[in-house]
């Protein structure tokens, strides 16, 4: 059976994504596209789906018959009215990161897919389907005992001029607020941020690099550096440290080379470079369980417990170093 699939938001990571299911994964066809700007949509149904169907709204895709399940990439801030209509029709969704733009909206999404009594959303938390992460993960789990401290860094080369302070939080962030739930089997309890001077490339409503201390239920203190214009590369660091010892996430593979009387490897520039073994993994996986028509992977409770901790980041940021409380409500049983 070939899963046919509708795409909502046609810009940079829809058309990859599209790619993707076109020339890369088994088991899916895009058969529809859909984007505000609907020229967008035009140029990626010409350049990679020229099957596809054009949908002038999402809510129009969502409820075509010819599409079995639905993949989000719009702004943010679209994608809880389209995960709710696609919970709604019954149709698998794998939704780009973050499920919501504010916890609220997350939780109704989670309220919506328990009352339909079966898992429907995937979030786009690509890095539980990377390699390193996962071998990560193994190493805390056999080696280095239980963990005490994760030192962490997400550096970006640069980003656009519309990049303020909270999205470090909700665009950038969120990546480690997911991957360290699950790497670590925990949760958060509360959050802090500190700033040092700002970046001389940074501009005012952008605070730059930051610093972002997560502790967990079990104890653990997380330490993340944002640096979003760091300009060398796009670099994730990640060392666990444990009663036993230390594990650190590998980097990405470089040829070693010794020139000009150096030492020298390539560092890489693009976080669609640095991930795309994960994107690949990520969707073939939501091909899988939404062809049985289901959902798979990181849930719309990982997405809400992401959209809380997220809004107490911000609420950090403007805290003067205080730090701020995470709660959760008690799981429900579907998320088990
Ligand atoms: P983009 O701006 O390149 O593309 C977004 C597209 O959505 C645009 O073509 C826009 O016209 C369209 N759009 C906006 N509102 C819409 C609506 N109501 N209905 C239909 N289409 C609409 O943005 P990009 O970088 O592709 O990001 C999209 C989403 O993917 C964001 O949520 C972002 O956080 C996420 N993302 C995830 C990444 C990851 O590593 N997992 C990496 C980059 C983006
Ligand atoms: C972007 O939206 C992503 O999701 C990338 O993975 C992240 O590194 C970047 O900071 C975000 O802006």
Same mark, same amino acid.
């Given at each position: ?186 949760? $958060? ?44 590369? $796009? ?43 994960? $994107? ?57």
């Amino acid at each position: 059976m070939t899963l046919k699939i509708g795409v909502i938001g046609t810009g940079m990571i829809g058309r990859d994504h599209t790619r993707r299911i076109q020339q890369v994964l088994a088991g899916a066809e895009v058969v529809a596209l859909s984007d505000v700007n609907l020229a967008s949509a035009e140029s990626v149904r010409a350049d990679l789906a020229p099957n596809a169907k054009l949908y002038e709204t999402g809510e129009a895709l969502i409820a075509a018959p010819e599409v079995d399940a639905v993949l989000v990439t719009s702004w943010g801030a679209t994608h809880e009215p389209y995960v709710l209509a696609a919970v709604a029709a019954g149709k698998p969704v794998f939704c780009e990161k973050p499920l919501a733009t504010t916890a609220e909206g997350a939780r109704r999404i989670v309220e919506a897919e328990v009352a339909h009594g079966k898992r429907l959303v995937q979030v786009g938390f690509m890095r539980r389907y990377d390699a390193g992460y996962l071998a990560l993960k193994q190493a805390v789990q056999q080696h280095t005992g239980a963990p005490i401290l994760v030192h962490a860094a997400h550096r970006n080369p640069a980003v656009p001029e519309a990049y303020v302070t909270p999205m470090a939080i909700h665009d950038t962030l969120i990546h480690e607020i997911d991957v360290f739930r699950w790497l670590l089997d925990d949760d $958060y309890v509360s959050a802090r941020v500190l700033y040092p001077r700002n970046a001389a490339r940074s501009h005012g409503k952008l605070r730059d690099p930051q610093v972002v201390v997560l502790e967990t239920k079990k104890g653990v203190l997380i330490d993340v550096e944002i640096f979003v214009n760091c300009q060398y590369g $796009y670099d994730i660091q990640c060392e666990v440290v444990g009663e036993a010892g230390t594990a650190r996430l590998p980097e990405p593979m470089a040829v070693a080379l010794r020139l000009d009387a150096k030492r020298q490897s390539s560092i890489l520039t693009d976080w669609k470079d640095r991930f795309v073994a994960s $994107y690949d993994v990520e969707l073939q996986d939501f091909i899988a369980a939404a062809s049985k028509g289901g959902a798979t992977g990181p849930s719309a409770w990982d997405g809400y417990a992401a959209a809380v901790t997220s809004d107490a980041c911000v609420q950090a940021q403007e805290s003067a170093g205080q730090a701020v409380a995470i709660e959760l409500p008690a799981r429900p049983a579907l998320y088990e």
